[in-house]
């Protein structure tokens, strides 16, 4: 009973930090060509909507700024596909009234958000790069990390953290059995092969995550999202960039060196949370995969720079996570609500403790320096995590519609049930297609 409680609240966890979008059919973003602020009131109150893991942020913001008058709401945001903020901001256009003045998002509701619900309403965020935070600011996030925000020229939203893939591994565990951390995709399918035949039941991965796709197939540039333009899509699951992933990975799931299981799954980790050799997956699974779930002893688990491919050195990764934070339109306290997105997002006081990787390059510094996001490890992270903080592949976009419904629905059951990823590849292609085209995207030519 106990490991389930664990793991239980370590999945709710998961969906705090890993939350999938929901989907959405409006019309195509596009921004304003300016931006006019509704009457505004300094002294007014701004009412926050933030989840339960970003709470004692914002809690820690009204403490610090006792001059500000908040009124703070707990609401899931947007976890596990919610489409509560999206209802209700549709209702509040409706009604004309009832807007949270700031809100913490899925990345996806930024695509909606950005865009009018209906024809007498106006965009719900707020275009922050008008006059709203400096260029200065938003030019120190990292690299490729404002994407999300970004439609029709406008930045509707700051990041306030992301969750790069890098490579995870037991030194210990490396150690004992004689084994280097491989710096290739090739070296990481060899070493499978090794470790089924010389210690089988041992594990360099799984793929039964919701979010497994995001980790192995963005890291390798598969052009499964790609936007080529705002209401265009391009999937093309046959392209060499997802056919060699799969390959890869069909042969490290025949040797049992990866799992079909998911990390995550209610008795993995009592069963097989001790044999994970090595997990490719965001900077986050550290404490939460191998700390929390796993219960890994301290000075064991060690993080490395994404995997490169033979002849090309490349460096990309995926992105597993990662929320928002958006300022209303329809505010009238501009001044405290931008205030506040980017003291949450941006300063070093709230940063250096959070709870993930922030995306804010010099509030990740300190995060990197605090030693609670360190100490745990049997190496300094930090190279690994810079250097995937800044290799996260543009070519995975940001759509109305969630990355992990047909992964979860199509792919993985077909994997569970003894099916090849090469084999089911067509059928993902397909499901990601329907997807796409119920949301109001037209398909782009192979």
Same mark, same amino acid.
């Given at each position: 009973?106990?490991?389930?409680?664990?793991?239980?609240?370590?999945?709710?966890?998961?969906?705090?930090?890993?939350?999938?979008?929901?989907?959405? &059919?409006?019309?195509?973003?596009?921004?304003?060509?300016?931006?006019? !602020?509704?009457?505004?009131?300094?002294?007014?109150?701004?009412?926050?909507?933030?989840?339960?893991?970003?709470?004692?942020?914002?809690?820690?913001?009204? *403490?610090?700024?006792?001059?500000?008058?908040?009124?703070?709401?707990?609401?899931?945001?947007?976890?596990?596909?919610?489409?509560?903020?999206?209802?209700?901001?549709?209702?509040?256009?409706?009604?004309?009234?009832?807007?949270?003045?700031?809100?913490?998002?899925?990345?996806?509701?930024?695509?909606?958000?950005?865009?009018?619900?209906?024809?007498?309403?106006?965009?719900?965020?707020? !275009?922050?790069?008008?006059?709203?935070?400096?260029?200065?600011?938003?030019?120190?996030?990292?690299?490729?990390?404002?994407?999300?925000?970004?439609?029709?020229?406008? &930045?509707?939203?700051?990041?306030?953290? %992301?969750?790069?893939?890098?490579?995870?591994?037991?030194?210990?565990?490396?150690?004992?059995?004689?084994?280097?951390?491989?710096?290739?995709?090739?070296?990481?399918?060899?070493?499978?092969?090794?470790?089924?035949?010389?210690?089988?039941?041992?594990?360099?991965?799984?793929?039964?995550?919701?979010?497994?796709?995001?980790?192995?197939?963005?890291?390798?540039?598969?052009? /499964?999202?790609?936007?080529?333009?705002?209401?265009?899509?391009?999937?093309?699951?046959?392209?060499?960039?997802?056919?060699?992933?799969?390959? @890869? @990975?069909?042969?490290?799931?025949?040797?049992?060196?990866?799992?079909?299981?998911?990390?995550?799954?209610?008795?993995?980790?009592?069963?097989?949370?001790?044999?994970?050799?090595?997990?490719?997956?965001?900077?986050?699974?550290?404490?939460?995969?191998?700390?929390?779930?796993?219960?890994?002893?301290?000075?064991?688990?060690? /993080?490395?720079?994404?995997?490169?491919?033979?002849?090309?050195? &490349?460096? /990309?990764?995926?992105?597993?996570?990662?929320?928002?934070?958006?300022?209303?339109?329809?505010?009238?306290?501009?001044?405290?609500?931008?205030?506040?997105?980017?003291?949450?997002?941006?300063?070093?006081?709230?940063?250096?403790?959070?709870? &993930?990787?922030?995306?804010?390059?010099?509030?990740?510094?300190?995060?990197?320096?605090?030693?609670?996001?360190?100490?745990?490890?049997?190496?300094?992270?930090?190279?690994?995590?810079?250097?995937?903080?800044?290799?996260?592949?543009?070519?995975?976009?940001?759509?109305?519609?969630?990355?992990?419904?047909?992964?979860?629905?199509?792919? @993985?059951?077909?994997?569970?049930?003894? *099916?090849?990823?090469?084999?089911? @590849?067509?059928?993902?292609?397909?499901?990601?297609?329907?997807?796409?085209? /119920?949301?109001?995207?037209? %398909?782009?030519?192979?």
């Amino acid at each position: 009973m106990k490991q389930r409680l664990i793991l239980t609240a370590t999945l709710a966890a998961v969906a705090a930090l890993a939350g999938c979008a929901s989907a959405d &059919t409006t019309a195509a973003p596009t921004g304003p060509a300016t931006f006019t !602020p509704a009457p505004q009131d300094d002294a007014a109150t701004v009412t926050v909507w933030t989840d339960s893991t970003r709470l004692p942020s914002v809690q820690a913001y009204q *403490k610090s700024h006792p001059d500000k008058k908040l009124n703070i709401v707990t609401y899931d945001g947007s976890a596990d596909g919610s489409t509560y903020l999206q209802t209700k901001v549709q209702l509040f256009d409706r009604t004309g009234s009832g807007w949270p003045d700031v809100v913490f998002a899925a990345p996806t509701d930024v695509t909606w958000a950005s865009a009018p619900t209906g024809p007498n309403a106006k965009a719900f965020a707020a !275009p922050l790069n008008q006059g709203l935070i400096p260029q200065q600011t938003l030019d120190n996030f990292a690299k490729g990390s404002l994407s999300p925000c970004e439609f029709g020229g406008q &930045t509707y939203c700051l990041r306030n953290d %992301i969750a790069q893939v890098v490579v995870w591994y037991n030194a210990k565990l490396l150690k004992d059995f004689g084994y280097a951390v491989p710096k290739t995709w090739q070296e990481y399918q060899a070493l499978g092969a090794k470790v089924a035949k010389e210690h089988p039941g041992y594990l360099l991965g799984a793929v039964g995550d919701t979010n497994s796709h995001d980790s192995y197939f963005w890291s390798s540039q598969c052009p /499964a999202f790609m936007l080529t333009a705002p209401t265009t899509l391009r999937t093309d699951l046959q392209d060499p960039n997802c056919t060699r992933m799969a390959t @890869l @990975l069909d042969s490290m799931i025949a040797n049992g060196s990866v799992s079909k299981e998911a990390f995550f799954g209610q008795n993995f980790a009592q069963s097989k949370g001790s044999k994970v050799l090595m997990a490719i997956g965001p900077s986050w699974y550290g404490q939460y995969l191998f700390n929390s779930a796993f219960k890994t002893p301290a000075g064991q688990i060690g /993080a490395a720079a994404p995997l490169t491919w033979d002849g090309d050195p &490349t460096v /990309a990764t995926g992105n597993v996570g990662g929320a928002v934070w958006m300022v209303s339109s329809h505010t009238a306290n501009l001044k405290t609500s931008t205030d506040l997105v980017s003291w949450l997002t941006t300063s070093d006081e709230n940063q250096a403790g959070a709870p &993930t990787y922030p995306a804010y390059a010099p509030a990740a510094k300190a995060w990197l320096a605090n030693p609670k996001n360190s100490q745990y490890f049997a190496n300094d992270v930090t190279p690994a995590f810079q250097t995937a903080a800044g290799a996260i592949w543009s070519g995975w976009s940001n759509t109305r519609f969630s990355d992990s419904t047909a992964w979860s629905s199509v792919v @993985l059951p077909a994997v569970t049930a003894g *099916k090849t990823l090469t084999a089911t @590849l067509p059928a993902w292609q397909t499901a990601i297609e329907n997807e796409a085209k /119920a949301a109001g995207y037209t %398909i782009a030519s192979k």
